[in-house]
């Protein structure tokens, strides 16, 4: 315990993403995608409580700066990143960030409902 208590806790660089999965039938699905993000060194959580809306609310009242939402699609990305707090600048970037860092197309769709 006192070695950890020396230990400096990471420190996410970036933007902050709240992964939000579409239905409970893709939680299993977005805890791999955050698994994927947080090891590229993506700030990453996953949104536990509710339906998807109630769950974008918890990611605003956290202060994400995007929306990952994990949906059910076979023809088109099945990932789309939404802007909650983050600046024009790093909503250009995030999409290839997340892309490169699932090995997924990435649709953005602009700001979060």
């Known amino acids: 315990e006192r070695l950890m208590m ?5 420190v996410w660089a970036g933007p902050s993403i709240v992964v939000v999965p579409n239905n409970p039938s893709l939680d299993e699905e977005a805890r791999h995608v955050v698994t994927k ?9 996953l ?9 974008v609310e918890l990611a605003r009242k956290a202060n994400a700066d995007f929306v990952l939402f994990v949906t059910e699609s076979s023809d088109v990305p099945r990932l789309k990143i939404s802007r909650i707090n983050g ?4 909503y250009r970037l995030i999409g290839g960030t997340v892309s490169a860092a699932t090995g ?5 769709t602009g700001e979060a409902h």
């Open 6 to 10: 020396l230990c400096a806790e990471p």
């Open 37 to 45: 993000l947080r090891h590229a060194q993506v700030a990453a959580d």
């Open 47 to 55: 949104a536990f409580r509710g339906n998807a809306k109630r769950r």
């Open 87 to 90: 600046s024009d600048e790093a």
């Open 104 to 108: 997924e197309p990435v649709m953005g």
